[in-house]
Every structure is written in structure tokens, then in C-alpha cells.
């Protein structure tokens, strides 16, 4: 099996209200489209991914796929859904399918298990279909006045993808261009296509109306999860006339030894991040036998970190930072240091604490042999980007 999906986005989406085609507006901060294609790109089975977009979409959509790997590039719909879908079958030509998932593009909460199912349908079938029982009692109506009960026992609600044998359903849409078929299983149907029907999802929604959003948000943040990492780090001082604490650099009568710039705050920040995230420490990331991160900046440590939250969909909830030293005096480049923190994490500063204390006297850090920092990080992850 050679398995293409089309994702159908070349609608105007007016029912969600005016401005911009609703495939293209955010559900938890990113683009309904750009979240249909993460689901359809990133399972396995699936080779390749193109998108029937509206001609006057091409920058909406540039905007939309950046950053997303292996996608073909957008198809301009015509004036129908069917007329969309005729295009892109016939765009996805060169990629020699032999299947292909024909899935809505405002359908972005389709997981990886649904696909499975339709993808397993095909081995033995030409056509499958996604679908839901109806629980709801159906009555006929008319001028405001219930009628006859429908016999729901009969009917299922059509998601999708839908997938076909991509010779088939191509075929069915070259004979039929006079109709107008609101899904492709309609179509494949009338074209005599027997088409399997498989279990569909209550979350693979339609986002189409203004109500929709609020329950795609409310759909993600319950689908969101809260981990925590902490960090410890310290450095001895040596001979030199400053530190750099948290990506700044202050006056003091000593420096501190180390393979980087010895910035024990943003080490230990960035442990907390790689900590929420499972996935390891520094020294893992940026191994201290490796020259090349010599006297570097240690920015470039977090902000790597920060990559990685961003890269599995996450968010920094806040980050709480104690330097343990003698000396020199934090207090007064206190809000400094949080302002470089929250630059180098592109987040509010409201979310960046920095505090510090010494130790009495006692201890290393008491006697001045060094500084300590630790901190805890708090992130938000999709519950699904969780690391085996
Ligand atoms: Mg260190």
C-alpha cells in the first residue's frame, strides 16, 4: 500500500463568522489546518500530504505550514468541495497512490488510532468510512411542529478521512463533475463503490461554528497536562572582575570557572526545562568534552531547551530561580536578570521569578568558594507529546 491523504481546506468557512477562513485561525495557539496536517503527516502509514487550499489562501497557508516537513505543495480548489477534491486527486497523480484519505482540513482532532482503522479497512476493502451511532431521537418537522420519528437504528454520522482506492474514487470524480456531493462516500456510493464502514470519534469534530471553538479549547486544555523539573547547578570562583548570572553580566572581584561561561543560573533553568520534559540534562544536550561549546554563551543552552517544549507543543507555565551566593549583591540587578530570563524564554516577565539568598556563612557558598542556583520549571504539555 502506498497511501496519499488530501486534506480538503479550500473553503471560505462563513459559518464561523467573518475575517479569516476558520481552517486558518488558532484552537490552543496554533491553526486549526496546521494541527489536520500535523495528525495526517505524522502517522505512520501515511506517505504523502497534500492540501486543496482557495487560490487567494496561498500566503494564509504559507503562514500556516511553516515549520511542517514533507508536504506537497498546496493544490488550488475550484468553485465546489467536489470540484476541490477532483483537483487534488488529480494533483496526487505523481505520487503514484494506491490509496488515498480524503480528510477534512477543519478536522484537526483526528488521532492516530482513527486513521489506523480506516488504513486497515482499505487492506480488505475499497472504500472506508469513519463513523458515529446516532443517540439522539430524530423526528421529521415542519412550521414549528414535531413530526413522524426517524428510524435512527439505520443511519450513522459521516466523519472523516474517507479512504478509497485511489484509481476508484479518481475515476468516480472524473464521471461524476455534473454532481454535487457534500462527501466522497456520498459520491463513491452512487458510483457503486462498497464501502466498509469503520468506528469514527466523538473528538474528530467539524470546528465549523462559532460555538466550536470554545469547545475545541476547552477540548485541548483538558487534554493538556502540568509537569515540573528542577535544576541545580554550581560553579567555583576563579581569578576575574565579573559573573554572568542569568544571561548577565555583573561587576564582582571574581569570575566563575567553567567550560561555558560558568552561568549557574540559566544552567540550572535549563536542567528545570530538560527535567519537565524528561529529556535529560545539559550536560547530555552539550557535552562538556565537546570543544565547540567553549566559553559559550549559555543562552544558547535554554533557548534550546525552550526549542524542545515548543517542539512538542508545550508552553512554559513559570520558572522560579534561587542564586545561592555571599556575593556579589543580586537585589539590585534582580529585575535585570528576569527580564533576560524571560527574553531568552520569549515569555512574559510575570512568569519568571529570580530570588537569592545566602547561606549564613556556612558551606561552600558560605565560605565564597562559589555560587549555587537552583530551579523549578513548570510547563504545559499536550498530554499525547509525552516521551516513552
Ligand atoms: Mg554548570
Known sequence: MRIAALIVAAGRGTRAGDGVPKQYRPVGGIPILARTLRALAGHQDVAAVATVIHPDDKSLYNECVAGLEGLLPPVSGGATRQASVLAGLEALSSTNPTHVLIHDGARPFVDAALVSRVIDALR????????????????????????????????????????????????????????????????????????????????????????????????????QETRTGSGFDVHRFTDGDHVTLCGVEIPHTQALLGHSDADVGLHAITDAVLGALSEGDIGDHFPPSDPQWKGTASRTFLEHAANLLAARGGRLTNVDVTLIAEAPKIGPHRETLRKSVATILNVDLGRVSIKATTTEGLGFTGRGEGIAAQAVATVSLPSSASNP
Open 124 to 223: 480488505t476493502h475499497d472504500a472506508a468510512l469513519p463513523c458515529l451511532p446516532v443517540s439522539d431521537t430524530l423526528r421529521e418537522h415542519a412550521d414549528g411542529l414535531a413530526g413522524d420519528t426517524i428510524d435512527r437504528s439505520t443511519l450513522v454520522r459521516a466523519q472523516t478521512p474517507q479512504g478509497f482506492l485511489y484509481d476508484a474514487i479518481l475515476a468516480a470524480h472524473r464521471d461524476n463533475q455534473a454532481s454535487n456531493f457534500t462527501d466522497d462516500v456520498a459520491l463513491a456510493v452512487a458510483a457503486g463503490i462498497e464501502t466498509y464502514l469503520v468506528d469514527g470519534s466523538e473528538e474528530n469534530i467539524k470546528v465549523t461554528a462559532p460555538d466550536d471553538f470554545e469547545r475545541s479549547e476547552r477540548f485541548l486544555s483538558a487534554q
